[in-house]
């Protein structure tokens, strides 16, 4: 498999410094809710990290290249964009900070 980057202008937000924190939800979806709140308050922890969320139904072409099957998804970015951690369900508080430290 190659390796995949997603920069600022597919992302249609701007990158982390040294990570980002992507997630893909749908409107009705009660644990993106959630997901968002715990990517938020890691985002605000940690300097230099970022988080995008990107609605999946808006966006399905972006969904259906890099694979999304259910939301949420979580996809953490190192500072070039380079995916380095996919999660798809809701994330502990936890788990986001030990993939981000393989991000950053």
Avoid: K, N, W, Y
């Amino acid at each position: 498999m190659t390796e995949q980057r997603l920069g600022a202008d597919r992302l249609g937000a701007e990158l982390g410094e040294r990570a980002t924190l992507v997630q893909f939800s749908t409107a009705f979806c009660q644990p993106c809710r959630a997901t968002r709140r715990t990517l938020s308050e890691v985002a605000e922890m940690i300097e230099g990290v970022g988080h995008v969320e990107i609605d999946a139904e808006e966006r399905l072409d972006l969904v259906r290249e890099i694979g999304i099957v259910r939301t949420p998804t979580v996809l953490v970015l190192d500072g070039t964009g380079r995916i380095v951690v996919r999660a798809a369900g809701q994330p502990r508080r936890a788990d986001v900070i030990a993939a981000l430290g393989r991000a950053v």
